[in-house]
């Protein structure tokens, strides 16, 4: 496999483009807009100019790894892709619409991955004629740091198209973890939930924003508080995904906390926007 399409030119594509071509694939990035692409480049750019600083790539490698990278405004720049990766937003709708349009593209043998925290694999393989083909590839923000992908069998993803995600992904370095298709996977089923809860005790007033990530950090060995992590993450973010739980599985403890709802409707939504829990100004 050496032609890999990627869908999105945001945090996760930009950086999951990028860790295709440092690793010697061929990469094709799409995006709506060329002012998007522009930026996803420019990211890209500054990303490999702080690994060779830090001595992970050789400088002269910077221009070689940007140049196995080529972008277009139209999925039709796909046809010839092996794998295709999509990272656009999380809006299912959305992401049935890609995948419909690059199931008609696209060669049969080709591999539609989706880098989605929530959605069903399953409901999006069920917008193309090749579900077996279809799979969830769950990156980590920053992916060109983030060892960990989740790999997410839809209910009719085929035993091929896993080993191939699972040797793909060991190729670029991480570390894969199957995973079934269920609401939020493993990694927000269980996290979500923490921040949700962790945001449930500032709105109550059993401590201040700073106390609770205090205790996350240095009484269960987290690098990052809850908080301070969902504002990383975005609140936006953070309460689709529990909006998803609450939705698919029908039980009450994925509710979303009334005050990331007040927030999120504020626009607070953590770092990208400047202001969250924390300010970024």
Not at 178 to 197: A, C, K, Q, T, W
């Amino acid at each position: 496999m050496e032609r890999i399409g990627v869908i999105g030119g945001g945090t996760m594509g930009n950086g999951i483009a990028h860790v295709f071509a440092q690793f010697g694939y061929t990469v094709t990035l799409v995006d709506v807009k060329q002012e998007f692409i522009d930026r996803a480049l420019a990211a890209i750019k500054t990303n490999l100019e702080r690994q060779a600083r830090k001595g992970m790539i050789a400088i002269n490698e910077v221009a070689t790894i940007l140049g196995r990278i080529a972008t277009a405004t139209e999925l039709k720049a796909l046809a010839n892709c092996e794998l295709v990766v999509e990272a656009a937003t999380e809006d299912a709708a959305l992401k049935k619409k890609i995948f419909t349009e690059l199931d008609a593209l696209c060669l049969p043998e080709t591999i539609l991955a989706s880098n989605t925290s929530s959605i069903s694999i399953t409901e999006i393989a069920a917008a193309t004629k090749r579900p077996q083909k279809v799979i969830g590839m769950h990156f980590f923000n920053p992916v060109p740091v983030m060892t960990l992908v989740e790999v997410i069998r839809g209910l009719d993803t085929d035993d091929e198209t896993f080993n191939t995600v699972m040797q793909l992904s060991k190729a670029l370095g991480k570390t894969p973890v199957e995973v079934n298709d269920y609401p939020g996977f493993v990694s927000n089923r269980v996290l979500m939930p923490m921040i949700n809860e962790a945001i449930y005790c500032v709105m109550e007033g059993v401590a201040s924003k700073e106390a609770v990530d205090k205790v996350m950090k240095l009484g269960m060995n987290h690098p990052m508080g809850p908080l301070a992590l969902a504002d990383f993450i975005g609140l936006d973010v953070c309460l689709h995904i529990m909006e998803v739980l609450h939705q698919q599985l029908g039980d009450d403890k994925y509710r979303p906390c009334p005050l990331l709802r007040k927030m999120v409707a504020a626009g607070h939504w953590g770092k990208k926007t400047g202001q969250g829990f924390y300010s970024y100004a």
